[in-house]
C-alpha cells in the first residue's frame, strides 16, 4: 500500500520561502506522477502542482505564476515543492499525491502539512 509522509510546514512570514518534501514508500516511485495539491480554510482542494515519474514533465496551476518549483529524487522516493514570495494566500494544508497516469485524479494521498504565512 502506498503511503505518502508530508513534511517542511510552518510559519512564515510574506515574502519568505518554504520547501516541503513528501516521502513515498510501498510502491515503485518512478511509477508514479507525483502533486501537490492545498486547501485554504473555507475553500475547495486546489490543484498546485505535478511531475511526470521521470521528471521530464512538470504542470502547474496558474496562481503559482514561477513562485513555486516542483522536483522529484527518485533515488530517495521523494517528491518536493519549493515555494517562494509567499503570501497569506498561500496559507493552507499542501498534500502531496501519487497517481499512475500522469494528469488524472491521484490514486493515493498524504495527510498534508500546514503552511502559514503572516502578513
Known amino acids: 500500500q502506498v503511503r505518502l509522509v508530508e513534511s517542511g510546514g510552518g510559519l512564515v512570514q510574506t515574502g519568505d520561502s518554504l520547501k516541503l518534501s513528501c516521502a513515498f514508500s510501498?510502491?515503485?516511485?518512478?511509477?508514479?506522477?507525483m502533486g501537490w495539491f492545498r486547501q485554504a480554510p473555507g475553500k475547495e482542494r486546489e490543484f498546485v502542482a505535478v511531475?511526470?515519474?521521470?521528471?521530464?514533465?512538470?504542470k502547474y496551476d496558474e496562481f503559482v505564476n514561477g513562485r513555486f518549483a516542483i522536483s522529484r529524487d527518485n533515488s530517495r522516493n521523494t517528491v518536493y515543492l519549493d515555494m517562494s514570495i509567499l503570501t497569506p494566500e498561500d496559507t493552507a494544508v499542501y498534500y502531496c499525491t501519487a497517481s499512475l497516469r500522469f494528469g488524472v485524479s491521484p490514486d493515493y494521498w498524504g495527510q498534508g502539512t500546514q503552511v502559514t504565512v503572516s502578513s
Open positions: 510501498g510502491g515503485t516511485f518512478s511509477r508514479y506522477a
Open positions: 511531475i511526470s515519474g521521470s521528471a521530464f514533465t512538470k
